[in-house]
């Protein structure tokens, strides 16, 4: 679609030879359809300008002040009409979604605060579960998107799922409702525990709890229901940062020179994996690109992520420009990504990381150390956190990591590479303050 200007939304009277007041129509023209909404507002034809589209304000053509005044107010609710659309339009294409007058109505309603008919108040979900349902289903289908105006990302969705399943099971399990009057904070600490019980990790539980206070809150905006557990300070979700491995620089030169000439679903698995740990980009984008992902005569490989919408440029080293000229420029064909992180951790051992690795993580409650061989950790997450660990330990500005990996802070930046204290002060060793 074309770019979305103020002159493709127009204002227009829905009987403009009418003899009384008549109302004011927003229209939108796109891809040989209109989209036709009431303004809400009313105007007399000779008191509308129909070249500016807008309600006379001027004294020379209308005498009476006070119907100049009430021409003014009614202009600005359609400046507020015309931002609102603009804004919506703008939003949905930039998440890609395809364009629909219902698609449409629905974020406009959003954007204006306007409440929906009581016919259709009775059909929206009453439960708890069935709100879950309808939200999965409307982000799926881009009808719903998030405080971002991106689209949901599949995982992300999946997670509402998740927990929809989970509090059946709990309810199953406990006889506890869950429906919005049974949420009180003693019903999040009685869930936490039982799901503690069950022998999950803190991060799993952490997850559920955050898609949990989520929907909460999204369905109290939506006038749902005035339960306001989710305010409760204690009602928060749990994480703790988990032991992960990256792979040297050293490492990845010792994997890009393996022989794999005998085997060639590893070999298409280690090329996959190398493009993403020399790009940082995460599993859903490196395994997704395209020809005319690569620019400035191949130097250059750009990319709208998937997760966030944001627009990357990234260097291509020798490494990544010698597998795409390997497969004719197309990177090589993809997997799963469950499957990928089963041949990963295949192709890793077989290329020696053996080193052992000590991780720790809290799960059922307690807290459990274990000691791994560094293949056994590796995912296809492990490219990206590769490739932000390797330029910063370069000497790469922290300031141009983060431009490629998204990430908003240095302080989260920092904690999500993985150097050692060693390697730490090995790096600060070339600073001249220690010089």
């Given at each position: 679609m074309k770019t979305i200007t103020d002159k493709s939304i127009k204002f227009l009277l829905k009987d403009n030879k009418a003899d009384r007041p008549t109302l004011i129509y927003l229209v939108f023209r796109y891809d040989n359809k209109r989209f036709i909404s009431s303004t809400g507002q009313t105007i007399e034809p000779y008191q509308w300008d129909a070249q500016r589209q807008r309600a006379i304000v001027d004294a020379?053509?209308?005498?009476?002040?006070?119907?100049?005044?009430?021409?003014?107010?009614?202009?600005?609710?359609?400046?507020?009409?015309?931002?609102?659309?603009?804004?919506?339009?703008?939003?949905?294409?930039?998440?890609?979604?395809?364009?629909?007058?219902?698609?449409?109505?629905?974020?406009?309603?959003?954007?204006?605060?306007?409440?929906?008919?009581?016919?259709?108040?009775?059909?929206k979900p009453i439960t708890f579960l069935g709100y879950i349902d309808q939200f999965v289903e409307d982000a799926t289908s881009g009808k719903r998107l998030n405080s971002k105006s991106h689209r949901y990302a599949p995982i992300t969705i999946k997670g509402f799922s998740k927990l929809k399943r989970t509090l059946e099971r709990y309810n199953k399990a406990t006889a506890q409702g869950v429906n919005y009057d049974d949420f009180t904070i003693d019903y999040y600490h009685k869930l936490k525990a039982w799901l503690t019980d069950r022998g999950l990790t803190l991060n799993y539980i952490g997850a559920l709890l955050k898609e949990f206070k989520l929907l909460l809150k999204q369905s109290h905006y939506e006038g749902l229901h005035t339960n306001t557990v989710f305010q409760h300070r204690d009602f928060r979700r749990l994480v703790e940062e988990v032991d992960n491995v990256y792979l040297s620089s050293q490492e990845l030169a010792l994997l890009s020179k393996y022989d794999l000439a005998n085997n060639n679903r590893l070999d298409r698995i280690r090329d996959l994996f190398l493009i993403g740990c020399y790009t940082g980009l995460r599993f859903s984008d490196f395994s997704e690109l395209r020809p005319e992902n690569i620019t400035h005569n191949g130097q250059i490989l750009t990319r709208k992520t998937l997760k966030t919408g944001e627009r990357v440029s990234i260097p291509l080293n020798p490494v990544i420009l010698s597998i795409l000229k390997k497969y004719d420029?197309?990177?090589?064909?993809?997997?799963?990504?469950?499957?990928?992180?089963?041949?990963?951790?295949?192709?890793?051992?077989?290329?020696?990381?053996?080193?052992?690795?000590?991780v720790g993580r809290t799960k059922g409650g307690l807290r459990q150390t274990r000691v791994l061989e560094k293949w056994e950790l590796v995912t296809t997450h492990t490219a990206r956190r590769s490739f932000a660990t390797n330029a910063y330990l370069a000497g790469v500005p922290t300031v141009s990591i983060m431009k490629i990996t998204g990430h908003k802070s240095e302080s989260v930046f920092l904690k999500y590479i993985k150097i050692s204290s060693e390697q730490n002060a090995l790096l600060m060793l070339g600073h001249t303050h220690f010089q």
């Open positions: 020379r053509l209308i005498k009476n002040k006070r119907e100049r005044e009430s021409n003014e107010t009614i202009n600005a609710h359609l400046e507020r009409h015309r931002s609102a659309l603009l804004k919506v339009l703008n939003s949905l294409q930039l998440a890609q979604v395809s364009l629909s007058n219902e698609v449409i109505m629905q974020h406009l309603d959003n954007a204006l605060g306007r409440k929906k008919k009581a016919s259709e108040e009775q059909a420029g197309v990177p090589p064909r993809t997997i799963t990504n469950q499957r990928m992180n089963n041949y990963l951790k295949e192709l890793c051992q077989l290329a020696g990381f053996t080193e052992r690795v000590e």
